[in-house]
């Protein structure tokens, strides 16, 4: 899909900075010592089955412990078919762990969200879009990171 979406992405794939792995990313964090300038775990509803580990203290911990200094890690969560008392939790959580998070809306509707957790303030430049992608910040405001 990446190739694809090339003239949006930016030709991501045959960026010589970017390193796509394949696998279980739960385990690569937890043996690796690599450290990570962006991880990005999406991650079905916590309530269907092996997917709860991805929503835990500890999986956030070893995220944590696997980001750069200026590193983020973005959380996908299903903003349908999910209770607000999970929403919650999940937030919780990650607040627990993240001494900062915050929540984007990145469609319209309540159907999907991001959460933004860093280890510290996110100190990158916003700039409007001028592209198809983008994420929905507050208002009618689109904005992309300017990595």
């Known amino acids: 899909m990446a190739r694809d979406c090339f ?3 930016r030709d991501v794939m045959r960026n010589p900075k ?6 279980d990313g739960r385990e690569a964090l937890l043996v690796s010592r ?19 580990s991805l929503f835990t203290k500890e999986y956030y911990e ?4 696997r980001l750069s200094d ?7 969560v299903q903003a349908y078919e999910i209770d607000p008392r999970t929403v919650r939790t ?21 159907s999907s969200a991001r959460r933004l957790p860093t280890s510290g303030p996110v100190r990158r430049r916003w700039r409007p ?6 994420a929905r910040i507050g208002g009618d405001t689109r904005a992309t990171l300017d990595a």
């Open 7 to 9: 003239p949006v992405n």
């Open 18 to 23: 970017v390193r796509i792995t394949v696998g």
């Open 34 to 52: 690599e450290r990570y300038d962006l991880i990005f775990s999406e991650p079905s509803n916590p309530f269907r089955a092996g997917i709860a």
């Open 62 to 65: 070893a995220a944590l412990d």
């Open 70 to 76: 200026d590193g983020l890690f973005l959380q996908w």
């Open 90 to 110: 999940i937030y919780a959580t990650l607040s627990s762990v993240f001494p900062s998070v915050s929540a984007w809306q990145v469609s319209s509707g309540a």
């Open 129 to 134: 879009s001028e592209t198809h992608g983008g």
